[in-house]
């Protein structure tokens, strides 16, 4: 099929229609601010949709270029009094756009690679995961350095290979087991919510949740059955794909009889948080969904319903944060991570300018819009450098990434780490004991 | 192409550079809108001239092949003053948005057109000044834009509108000359008073390149207060009673029911959903001052049968209530596909009556109708929610707002308060000026723009509505 024709029977034109064209999205939008350009913005881009469907214009290459230089970070939608949803149709261009152009090679075999071939198979990531800690254990990446192979690679896929944290191939349930128990009076019985990179890359954030979840009162169950999130897949425009994994973890979760469903990936969470509207038009999942969506939580917003992390070791060091988009503007979660770091012992809590903007990191927006990622994450660490902090905490696996690639890129090594809030609160939880 | 001759795009883009000078698919449709709903049409090119002297070499190329120029500052009016009807060129200056000045000696801001109104304010507002016009769309609007259709705020009670902040402006004329009004003056009799001419010129005359603002010093306190009535003209009534008290509050706005729902549905502060309108009123100035005007104010709310009064106990409250009051619009289009809002506007004392009247000519034409406005400018926003798709309704809601129009023309009001004629209040401004007025101002026009150039399509109308009668049963 025609994209015209796709995108036609894609978007939601009673969407697209609520536009008002007031423009009060704009000032929130980052690749307005770098451009100016109307068609970059968010009203511009809808605008642009809307043509298509009306038959105006034609999606050629300058359409297809706006929509994949948007973010996707949805900044724009909870500044927008008439609701718009815009990262739905977002998703619903993609979608058409997936399924009717070809990608250059590059971007092809990321895409492959990644929603295909990696996400939805966790056995595979775990073996991808040892083989990461392998080359980088065994000497292998010195090796490659020092010989500058990595000069293959466009500059900045290198400096992700530099940043990377170092892979684990143990599952989370292999190292706490399918169910840990609450520590003191219960408050209810929670699904841990794993996510399929970040338990390779970030297995002891994982491991720590599970911990600050059990410390905080819940029964935390992790069922082994649940996927990949599939929220790189929708922003990608891969919904079908998206819409298989969300059923497997719908029917994971469904079986583990849970209150809650525990994410700490903003990027994630919002995703499983809207696993109603993926599955609006499937009758059969349709109610489970529903079911499914209303029991998403953030780790930052179950730790402080529990009345915050005590007691914790104090630490004497300067605190900023860099917020998650999805976090904020897809699960509503705004001032929860400031509250627990703020409520640190001995910390010193320095708001950062501008935290709401997005990093650049975007999902897989870093590797695919270099460029443009590039100016956002310079402009965000001239903010970040401005407070003086020790510790930049974050609260989603992608924004953790694109910050140390940030900190590497400014020369604040040795001056700054940043890392994910739930490692912070776990670390002063350990030392206390 | 349209009617844009190949060499003068060849001209232009040499001029501008190709980055600036687009013609692409992309750029014609995000530049054929702004924000007036069921008004789109394509231009033929966009340029983004860097400054006066750019502007001035477009417009002596424009002026050379006889294309027509649109200028845009944000694009978030509301009259369709920068659809280019005529095809030509979008001229948009949002790269010309540097401050240039801030005399503080003479108190006066200098600034490039494509400054956002809300930078102005925070810029000034750092050194202890004040920019008082304050638009509901300051964070994205432009200063240009602002003094081209002599825009209104929240604050237009008290301090008055853009026009009376405007003391010197920088403007190209359509064969490309550049001319300076006004200055640091607060006085200035020399020859016309061209600037106050240009402010409210909607882009027809000239294109502002520069502007030299009037700034005062900022109020020491700011107060807000909710006042909630379970009577609609109670509430009218008393936006009089406040001003026959000679009281002069900076804001005073009015917010009906169908309103507060839509604006508490988008941000949840608590505004009370069973009222059938609230005020909410702001005070500024010395502290002792504002809390005397403050405690009047709300005894006369009591008086006039104010169910409850609230007053905001944080700036950061009474911010939330003011933000929450500026998306009033744009949370009503929530309702329907399509919102029209319009402008009517009447001297203080009929806010009353008019909104009264606007009641039954809702009822009337079965439509929709919610109001929310500068109640205290006797500016009012009668906003009807609709569906641009149900021709039947559409034509009735037109019916409904022309008799409006009518009304506040009768009780010695006028058409368009704040947002402009451009091209949809075009057909109704011979009811508020009459044949010598229109035929006046068509001759200024043709003093400045012989070739009808700049902005054409708008402002004057090929055909004048027939006025239509009013229903007097309908409005006792
Ligand atoms: C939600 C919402 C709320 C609003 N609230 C208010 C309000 O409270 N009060 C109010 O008065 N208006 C309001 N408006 C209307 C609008 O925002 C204002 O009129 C604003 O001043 C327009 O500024 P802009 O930069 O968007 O101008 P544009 O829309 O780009 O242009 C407006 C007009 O000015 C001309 N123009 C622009 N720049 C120049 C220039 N440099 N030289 C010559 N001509 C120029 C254009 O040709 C056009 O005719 C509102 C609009 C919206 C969408
Ligand atoms: S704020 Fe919402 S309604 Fe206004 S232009 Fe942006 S998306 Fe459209
Ligand atoms: S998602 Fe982000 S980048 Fe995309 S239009 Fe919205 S604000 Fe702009």
Known sequence: ?433 | MRMLASQAKTELKALLGEAYCLDKPEALVAYSYDATPMQQALPDLVAMPKDTQEVSEVMKIASRYKIPVITRGAGTNLCAGTVPVTGGIVLVLNRMNRILELDEQNLTLTVQPGVRTKDIHAYVEEKGLFYPPDPSSMTVSTIGGNIALGSGGLRGLKYGTTKDYVLGLEAVLPNGEIIRTGGKLMKDVAGYDLTKLLVGSEGTLAIITEATLKLIPKPAVQRVMLAMFADLTAAAKTVSEIIANRIIPATLEFIDQGTIRVVEAFKLIGLPTDMAAILVIGQDGEQEAVERDMAKIAEICRQNQAVQTRLAHSDAEAEEVMTARRSALAALSRLRPTTILEDATVPRAQVAPMIEAIQHIAEKYRVQICTFGHAGDGNLHPTCMTDARDHAEVERVEQAFEEIFAKAIELGGTITGEHGVGIVKAPYLEWKLGRAGIELMKNIKRAFDPDNLLNPGKMFAKETRKRVVIDRAADR
């Not at chain 1, 068609?39 to 994949?68: H, N, T, Y």
């Not at chain 1, 819009?369 to 003086?388: C, D, I």
């Open chain 1, 1 to 433: 099929m025609q994209l015209t024709d796709k995108l036609k029977q894609t978007l939601d034109y009673e969407e697209l229609s609520n536009c008002m064209r007031c423009g009060f999205c704009q000032p929130a939008c980052p690749t307005f601010r770098e451009t100016g350009y109307e068609a970059a913005s968010p009203r511009g881009r809808i605008a642009l949709m809307k043509a298509v469907a009306d038959g105006l214009m034609e999606p050629d290459q300058d359409f297809l270029d706006q929509m994949s230089l948007c973010l996707g970070c949805r900044a724009c939608e909870p500044v927008c009094p008439a609701g718009v949803h815009y990262g739905q149709l977002l998703e619903q261009t993609r979608e058409a756009i997936a399924e009717t152009v070809r990608h250059p090679w590059w971007v092809r075999m990321i895409r492959s690679i990644v929603f295909t071939h990696l996400l939805p198979h966790q056995h595979r990531l775990y073996r991808a995961g040892r083989l990461l800690r392998f080359y980088q254990r065994s000497g292998l990446q010195k090796l490659v350095r020092r010989f500058k192979l990595l000069k293959l690679l466009p500059a900045h896929l290198r400096e992700m290979e530099a940043i990377l944290p170092e892979g684990n191939g143990t599952p989370l349930t292999e190292a706490v087991g399918t169910f840990v128990p609450a520590e003191g009076e219960r408050r209810g019985r929670v699904g841990m919510f794993r996510g399929c990179i970040m338990d390779v890359m970030f297995h002891d954030t994982n491991v720590n949740t599970v911990k600050l979840l059990a410390r905080a009162g819940y029964d935390v169950v992790i069922p082994p059955e649940q996927t990949c999130c599939g929220a790189l897949h929708a922003h990608s425009g891969e919904r079908p794909q998206a819409r298989e994994l969300a059923k497997r973890n719908i029917r994971a979760f469904q079986a583990a009889e849970v209150d809650y469903i525990a994410s700490n990936a903003g990027g994630c969470g919002a995703l499983l948080q809207e696993y109603d509207m993926l599955l609006e038009d499937d009758r059969e999942w349709r109610e489970a969904a529903g079911w499914f969506a209303s029991r998403v939580r953030d780790i930052s917003e179950l730790l402080l319903d529990a009345g915050g992390v005590t007691p914790l070791a104090p630490i004497q060091r300067r605190i900023t944060y860099q917020g998650s988009c999805h976090l904020r503007n897809g699960m509503h979660v705004t001032t929860q991570p400031q509250r627990l770091l703020q409520a640190i012992p001995g910390a010193e809590y320095v708001p950062l300018f501008e935290a709401d903007r997005c990093c650049g990191s975007a999902g897989i927006y870093n590797l695919v819009q270099p460029q443009m990622a590039g100016r956002l994450l310079q402009e965000k660490m001239e903010h970040v450098s401005r407070t003086k902090a020790d510790i930049l905490a974050t609260s989603n696996p992608g924004c953790l990434l694109q910050m140390k690639a940030g900190i590497h890129r400014a020369g604040l090594e040795g001056r700054m780490t940043a890392v994910h809030l739930v490692d912070l609160l776990a670390e002063a939880c350990r030392e206390k004991e």
